[in-house]
Structure formats: C-alpha cells, structure tokens
C-alpha cells in the first residue's frame, strides 16, 4: 500500500493544514528538558493570568532546550454554561492521574506541574527557578509532518531507558477566543503553548527507538505550531526527557 508521504510526492500536492510533507529533526541536550504544564480552562476566571505568564515563555532563552511549556484545557469547568474549545476529557483525566499519583495535592485550576511534580510557586513569586539540570541522555525526534515522528533516546550510562512511554503533542499559538459565557464572559483571550492534540505509545524495539502515527488536530485558527515528544514513567508520569520545536509553516 502506497503510503501518504509517497502519493504525496508523487502527485505533487500539498495536504491540508497540518498535515503538509516536511522532513524535520529535533534533538534534546543531554541535560534534562524540563515539562511546565498548566491545566487552565476558558471557565476559570483565575486562569487568563496563568494563560498570560505561561505565553511570556515563548521568549524565554531556554525554550525547547531547557523548558517546555504546554497548556491543558480540563472540561470540568465546562458546565457553567461556555464550552472550553481546547478542553479535552483526557486532559482533566492526566491532572486526575498526577493526583491519584500523589504529584498533586488536589485537582484544581491554574494548576502548575513543573517535571512530574506539582508547583505552587506561581501563586507566590512567579519566577520559574530551572536550578541545574541533571543529564539524563539525548532524545532525538525524527519528523515527516503528515506521516508521523520516529524518536530515539540514548541514555547516560546507568540511565532509565526501559519501560518508557512516548508522548506527543501538536503546540497552537497566536490564539483568539471570545468568551460568550461564564466566569470569563466578554472577554476576548489571546494563548499560546495550547495543547491541540496528545498522544501517547508504549511501543520501544530494541534499540530505544519509538514510532508514533501523525496525529489528527484541528489547528483552530493557530498561525504557528509547535511539537513536543517526551518520555516519561507510564506509573508516574514523571518525564525522563522531552524535545520539541517549531513546524515549518
């Protein structure tokens, strides 16, 4: 069977948005990449703040090398009369499962998971302190846009390599969303780092390596995308190593 890579170059075309054909390798340092999530909600009228700190990010020196940020809309809040466009069940059952993990004391939003482990700190000084990070080994993301990502991770001698799962998340940025209702009522919301689509696979061979298929995502309105691919503990969820970058427009 012919795959969609090769009818593409065959035919000439170009996909839809999001899946156009490009060739793109990403590669971590050796040191640890630190994951910040925020779980927010369009329901939260706490959360635009956080929404607001977390885009500043994307001007950050270490960005992609030393931290990635991500965004995760829970639908918990979704019943106060405004659907969250970006929430996912899926998302509100990982903050659950950082709970029943004992990584968070309870499920809330903003709520702030900086590597696996809950952080309070933005409520207090929200300065993100990345301290020195220790080496963990290379994670390299292999990309055909529209095709799928291959990973490969070398891990420092003695490191964890075995029992990893792979995640993998499409990044939107520049977003507009005007609230119609709820705690956020007329207010027009611009964001950035939104998790558009995750996906995850505890497929490894033998030689550390995992294959994930394209994922289907509705880029809803985003001007830049992003890609984010990291290993973590499949009981934890506390990441090994994460690598992520811009997708050529």
């Not at 705690?183 to 550390?208: D, I, P």
Request: charge should be neutral; hydrophobic fraction near 40%; proline fraction near 6%.
């Amino acid at each position: 069977m012919i795959s969609r890579l090769a009818l593409a170059l065959l035919l000439g075309m170009t996909l839809p948005f999001g899946m156009t054909v490009h060739a793109l390798t990403l590669e971590s340092p050796a040191e640890q990449v630190k994951l910040v999530e925020l779980y927010t909600s369009h329901g939260c009228s706490s959360c635009p703040p956080a929404d607001r700190w977390l885009g500043k990010l994307e001007s950050h020196p270490g960005l992609w090398q030393q931290l990635i940020p991500m965004a995760f809309h829970v639908d918990y809040w979704d019943y106060l009369g405004w659907q969250d466009r970006f929430a996912s069940p899926a998302f509100s059952q990982r903050q659950r499962e950082y709970r029943k993990s004992g990584a968070l004391r309870s499920v809330y939003t903003p709520g702030f998971v900086v590597n696996g482990k809950e952080w309070r700190g933005w409520f207090r000084h929200p300065k993100l302190d990345l301290g020195t990070a220790k080496k963990v080994g290379r994670l390299t993301l292999d990309v055909q846009s529209g095709v799928g990502v291959k990973a490969r991770f070398s891990p420092q001698v003695g490191g964890d390599e075995q029992r990893l799962e792979a995640n993998l998340a499409i990044l939107g940025f520049d977003l507009q969303s005007e609230i119609g209702a709820g705690e956020n009522r007329g207010r027009t919301l611009s964001e950035h780092f939104v998790v558009l689509s995750h996906s995850r696979s505890k497929a490894q061979n033998q030689t550390g390596e995992w294959s994930l298929p394209w994922p289907d995502f509705d880029p809803s309105g985003s001007k830049r995308l992003a890609i984010v691919l990291w290993l973590s503990h499949p009981e934890s969820g506390e990441p090994v190593q994460a690598v992520g970058g811009w997708l050529p427009g």
